[in-house]
């Protein structure tokens, strides 16, 4: 990757949704960009995002796996990375006992395995230099149980918590974190997680770019978190008051397989 004076955003998750939208929120603010996905759509990504006039490059690796993490670490060069979006990361639909373990493991990997990693290595370097953002993309879900999403949503809520414990780890160090907490989001994502014979799989959702806009003006602002639309803050606030196994419920009415409406 060819050096410059703009600063260096890496972007994982980035080609579809949420992280690429993230990753043209960075495009369009003068960001050099490293993007990440485990899928070939993230060339196209990187060539959509050519547009900007910045310097992108795309790698695809599997971010479930250390040596996955080690590949994209290895893509920077070395370059100093001023910014990491963490935004990698699976959904898994269904009751628990009636998932491939498998399945659940690789959830589990991706959205907290690697996303540990992959922070532990770029914010080793950010501290030492006294300086960089770190944004970690968590969810509204991580506040609340997540009937037939209970693995996702629990992944999420480590997030959500390592966030603000990592953020007060390193006051005054030059490092801020951020974490954006969004609801459901018109992405791929309730497709990949096989939810579209659920309500939530199926009613409207907030745009991504809508999304990315927020949490990129939230780590800008190094903000220490941000939910992304009014019905999720009041979701968010909802869910601190009511009682957990009420909670349990209200998301069964959302996620349970043979929700959703048709017609």
């Known amino acids: 990757m060819t050096t410059s004076n703009r600063q260096f955003a890496v972007v994982t998750g980035a080609s579809t949704g949420i992280g690429f939208e993230l990753a043209k929120c960075c495009a369009k603010n003068g960001f050099d960009l490293l993007i990440a996905a485990d899928e070939k759509a993230i060339d196209v990504a990187a060539d959509d995002l050519r547009q900007f006039g910045t310097s992108i490059a795309s790698v695809q690796c599997d971010l479930s796996t250390a040596e996955g993490v080690d590949t994209l670490l290895a893509a920077t060069h070395g370059r100093p990375v001023d910014a990491l979006l963490a935004n990698a990361g699976r959904g898994l639909g269904h009751a628990f006992l009636e998932q491939s373990f498998d399945d659940i493991r690789k959830v589990v990997d991706l959205n907290v395995t690697g996303t540990l990693y992959l922070v532990h290595k770029v914010g080793n370097a950010m501290r030492a230099r006294k300086s960089g953002r770190i944004l970690i993309v968590g969810s509204i879900a991580g506040f609340m149980p997540g009937t037939f999403q209970a693995v996702y949503n629990g992944t999420k809520a480590f997030l959500d918590s390592f966030s603000f414990a990592l953020r007060a780890e390193l006051d005054g160090s030059g490092v801020t ?3 954006l907490m969004p609801g459901a989001t018109e992405t791929e994502f309730f ?34 978190d941000v939910v992304a639309g009014w019905q999720n803050k009041l979701r968010a606030a909802i869910a601190h008051v009511v009682p957990a196994t009420v909670m349990a419920e209200q998301h069964r009415k959302m996620a349970a397989p043979g929700t959703a409406k048709h017609g």
Do not use: I, N
């Open 177 to 179: 974190v951020t974490c």
């Open 191 to 224: 497709e990949r997680a096989d939810m579209l014979d659920t309500k939530v799989g199926t009613e409207k959702k907030q745009p991504p770019e809508e999304v990315a806009e927020v949490g990129f003006k939230a780590m800008m602002r190094g903000d220490s």
